[in-house]
């Protein structure tokens, strides 16, 4: 099978890093390259060299367009590369419009390895499907639009809850500062261990970027502030 090229749009360039080590991760798709504007995305898209099979856009572009205007002037102009939308953005109305735009996958962030590659990997077996001329039947045609859609069990680790890491990241974005787990525990209603888990977790997935905080005595303090994108 022919290796499904991805374009990587994000304007946290700390988060686009993390998406490309992901997807380098996964086989069967190469990154053929990264944007952290709709400008640029539009400008490689153009290219005739830019091989490019799936973009994996942002929503909440800054500045300039944003992530919808990016797949309106995709498809004015032509360009018939797949959307996967990876956004914070749970407004249903930003759901509804990316599906009238055509996005065949919305991932929320954060989001884990496992949860992306999950996505990507129906995408490939959406392609596969796609790969003969005339469908057999309502079967079949049912079965293509089936394999995009499931249930992701793994898109967090064993012994963490949506809801917990939803409010971690409510207290890392609305702060605008670093914070460390004892602060998040304190924000959260929740022990200082149990925050530092889903902080270490939202750093390896390259959403929140660690350092230490050197105080007047003792061990410095890891500190987390949210680079995720709005």
Not at 116 to 130: H, P, S, T, V, W
Not at 184 to 210: C, P
């Amino acid at each position: 099978m022919n290796e499904i090229g991805v374009l990587i749009v994000e304007d946290e360039l700390v988060a686009a890093e993390a998406h490309r080590t992901y997807i380098d991760r996964i086989p069967g798709f190469v990154v053929r390259g990264v944007e952290h504007d709709g400008a640029g995305a539009l400008r490689r898209l153009a290219e005739r060299s830019s091989a490019v099979d799936l973009v994996l856009l942002d929503l909440h572009l800054l500045p300039g367009l944003n992530g919808l205007d990016v797949v309106r002037a995709m498809r004015a102009a032509g360009h018939r590369a797949d959307v996967i939308a990876v956004t914070s953005a749970r407004d249903l109305e930003v759901v509804r419009a990316a599906v009238s735009q055509g996005v065949v996958q919305y991932l929320l962030k954060p989001f884990t390895f496992a949860a992306l590659r999950d996505k990507l990997e129906r995408y490939a077996a959406y392609r596969g499907r796609l790969a003969g001329d005339v469908a057999s039947g309502q079967h079949e045609v049912d079965g293509i639009f089936a394999t995009l859609r499931g249930n992701d069990p793994s898109s967090l680790p064993k012994g963490m809850s949506r809801e917990s890491l939803d409010a971690v990241v409510g207290v890392l974005r609305s702060s605008g500062d670093a914070r460390s787990s004892a602060e998040v525990a304190a924000e959260v209603g929740a022990s200082r261990v149990t925050a530092r888990r889903y902080l270490e977790h939202l750093a390896d997935a390259g959403l929140a970027a660690r350092r230490s905080r050197y105080g007047s005595a003792g061990r410095p303090e890891v500190e987390y502030r949210w680079v995720g994108g709005s």
